[in-house]
């Protein structure tokens, strides 16, 4: 093959050709400045504290515990550098660093392989380039992979198992650890406080290997390069210079279903609507924002016919104990009776509590004090509509 299109390939580079190849065409051929919106950015800042605060117990030589107060500290001073602003924000990098530290418990340094570890791994004519965030040793024959996600979303376990960045990472961690018989294969969720694991077979890395140059064989044909309208647009890095992006905004669509049990074009124009719905939505929260900043100042404003207005609604919690005591007074009822009745406890309320109890009880035992509390629980079930993309 003469000279490639694409110097190197990377998970990065095979993904947004995937999801857009008109945004591919931007970033990696034409070489537009990119603007990350604010989900990436604080990705990044995360990962440059998680990189720092590890690469400090391998310099070090450490073995212990995490040090929260550092922790801490560098991320005031990658916040000072990243651009990022906001007091809620911030907020939830604190509650992330603070969560990860106890997950993590005692550490090693000698346990940690690699941080931010590069790999070069050939494919066909092709090289992919790509850096893991870390691996740990396990024993004397497993080494485990873990990547970091800010990702507000937990993966279903299709996307896991399927997953190619992940199938990369293995095949990379197999040719720099060649004794490593077994590879763990991990996604810290950082906003969970969860590893989702899995692994993968010698069918699944073939076939990675085989899609990969397959993709990059395409990625290095293509003449051109469409935008392609998904879910993803309102955070991509390029949306400023793409028409789709710009006819999205407008309202602009392109496929309307004009016979309704013709079932392909009413998925076809569902799936237009579903994606124009979400660009328009984050739009619509992206202008309030400036009309709030602006609230915070005055009372109302009267624009373009339309009035103004901060304001408080209030919702009312019954604290337990004295409600029923009234009650009880008033009506005669038994207290377990009326706890029966009224009583019930919040799944947000305890999930927090525990998590935090898992701070002292370890997460085995959490694991089985949800399972017995989740068979106390009543289920209610509700039709819900779900839809997924396929390839």
């Not at 945004?23 to 989900?39: A, F, M, N, Q, W």
């Not at 939505?281 to 207005?309: I, P, S």
């Not at 949800?370 to 039709?383: F, I, N, R, V, Y």
């Amino acid at each position: 093959m003469s000279a490639l299109r694409n110097e190197h390939l990377s998970y990065s580079r095979l993904s947004r050709f995937e999801a857009c190849p008109l945004s591919y065409r931007l970033h990696y051929l034409d070489k537009h400045t990119s603007e990350p919106g604010v989900p990436l950015s604080f990705g990044k800042a995360l990962h440059a504290v998680l990189e720092r605060l590890l690469q400090d117990v391998i310099d070090t030589e450490y073995a212990g515990p995490l040090s929260e107060e550092h922790a801490l500290q560098l991320y005031r001073e990658e916040w000072a550098t990243s651009g990022l602003s906001g007091l809620d924000l911030f907020q939830q990098g604190l509650g992330i660093l603070q969560d990860f530290v106890r997950q993590q418990g005692r550490v090693d340094s000698r346990d940690i392989l690699a941080i931010e570890k590069e790999f070069r791994l050939p494919v066909g004519p092709f090289t992919v380039l790509g850096f893991i965030d870390r691996v740990d040793w396990v024993d004397d024959e497993t080494v485990h992979v873990m990547d970091y996600k800010s990702n507000h979303q937990l993966f279903t376990r299709e996307e896991l198992d399927s997953s190619l960045q992940l199938s990369l990472y293995a095949l990379a961690a197999r040719r720099m650890w060649p004794w490593a018989k077994k590879v763990r294969l991990s996604m810290w969720m950082l906003r969970h406080g969860v590893r989702q694991e899995t692994t993968r077979t010698e069918e699944q890395l073939d076939a990675a290997l085989a899609y990969v140059e397959t993709l990059g064989q395409q990625m290095e044909k293509a003449e051109s390069f469409p935008a392609r309208l998904n879910p993803n647009c309102v955070y991509c890095d390029h949306r400023s210079n793409c028409p789709a992006y710009a006819k999205a905004l407008e309202g602009q669509r392109d496929v309307v279903c004009e016979d309704t049990a013709d079932l392909e074009s009413v998925a076809r124009e569902r799936q237009e609507v579903a994606h124009l719905a979400k660009i328009l939505n984050a739009r619509k929260a992206e202008l309030e924002g400036v009309l709030r900043a602006h609230l915070a100042e005055q009372d109302e404003l009267v624009l373009a016919g339309t009035r103004y207005r901060m304001f408080n609604t209030t919702s009312l919690d019954y604290p337990l104990e004295p409600t029923v005591a009234v009650l009880a007074r008033a009506t005669g009822l038994p207290r377990e009776e009326l706890v029966e009745r009224l009583a019930s406890v919040e799944k947000k309320a305890l999930d927090a509590l525990l998590k935090d109890a898992g701070k002292r009880l370890g997460t085995a035992r959490v694991a089985l004090l949800k399972a017995e509390l989740d068979s106390l629980a009543a289920k209610h079930h509700s039709p819900r509509f779900w839809a997924k993309e396929v390839a």
